[in-house]
């Protein structure tokens, strides 16, 4: 009964451990997550930024000169 008891307390030792490790890369990964989405974020606003001028230099290339 002792040694089943001393084995109960190693394998919840290790089991701790094991959620410690994992609820740490899960912090990690979070932080990743949140840093990339805030990348991507920049990433389309800089893209919008881009279309809008190049569209804005299009329109202004295709209109004709008021003396034709």
């Known amino acids: 009964m002792e040694n089943l008891i001393k084995k109960l307390e190693e394998q919840i030792t290790f089991l701790q451990h094991e959620i410690s490790q994992i609820s740490d890369?899960?912090?990690?990964?979070?932080?990743?997550?949140?840093?990339?989405?805030?990348k991507i974020s920049n990433f389309n606003k800089r893209i919008e930024e881009l279309d809008s001028g190049i569209?804005?230099?299009?329109?202004?290339?295709?209109?004709?000169?008021p003396h034709y």
């Not at 890369?25 to 805030?38: A, M, T």
């Not at 569209?55 to 000169?65: G, R, T």
């Open 55 to 65: 569209e804005s230099n299009i329109v202004k290339e295709d209109k004709k000169p």
């Open 25 to 38: 890369e899960l912090y990690s990964q979070q932080k990743e997550i949140i840093h990339l989405k805030k």
